[in-house]
């Protein structure tokens, strides 16, 4: 099975074409079945299978890579650590900073950094709205976690002039964008291919107006 999912996280890396190291690989697929085997315990993605979770959250994750800027990337409602972690492994030079307020999944996301060695990724236990940074936050990214207005009212005491955030969504979210206060404006709108992946995918940038 290892050289199954190897195979399958190096074919989707060539697609996005994402350059990779052996060790980059090698974390990548570590981290698929750490997930896999906590997921049995503890339930944190809805895949169930190796191949089910390199194609739907890993490759899913990195698809965001290209539009990544800066240094200090803040992924908000990080759960498993998707899509942080995967972009952590192949983004070894940026620091990482993966919030959750779940207990559970912030001690998965622990085990994760201590096993991978990724000694960049810093990991918070808490909610977006309470959790203050001592560094600059050059952009934040979320996957899965809410509607544009409420990620913006959560993370607003968070971005400066400069820091934009990146939002996975799946269909084009023309309502949610509507929704949006005018303090915030969307700066692009970009569908994203996914390999191994039919479903309809997007990335919204958002930043102050």
């Given at each position: 099975m ?23 690989i ?22 169930t299978?190796?191949?089910e ?11 965001i ?11 908000i ?105 005018e ?18 995918r ?8």
């Amino acid at each position: 099975m290892s050289a199954i999912l190897k195979q399958i996280i190096t074919d989707g890396l060539a697609e996005l074409s994402l350059e990779a190291t052996q060790i980059q690989i090698e974390q990548a697929v570590n981290y698929v079945f750490l997930l896999e085997k906590w997921n049995r315990t503890y339930n944190l993605v809805a895949a169930t299978n190796i191949r089910e979770i390199a194609e739907r959250h890993i490759l899913d994750s990195l698809s965001i890579n290209e539009f990544l800027k800066g240094n200090h990337i803040l992924d908000i409602g990080s759960g498993a650590g998707l899509p942080g972690i995967p972009l952590a492994i192949f983004n070894p030079g940026k620091k990482f900073t993966l919030l959750d307020s779940n207990g559970k999944k912030t001690r998965f996301l622990l085990q994760v950094k201590i096993a991978l060695g990724l000694q960049l990724i810093e990991i918070k236990n808490s909610r977006v709205e309470n959790y203050q940074s001592k560094d600059q936050i050059d952009m934040v990214v979320c996957r899965a976690f809410s509607s544009l207005t409420e990620i913006v009212n959560k993370a607003q005491h968070l971005l400066s002039q400069e820091c934009k955030i990146l939002a996975m969504k799946g269909r084009f979210p023309d309502e949610e964008i509507n929704q949006l206060s005018e303090e915030f404006a969307v700066v692009s709108v970009v569908k994203l291919q996914v390999p191994g992946s039919e479903s309809e995918r997007h990335l919204v940038e958002v930043s102050r107006a």
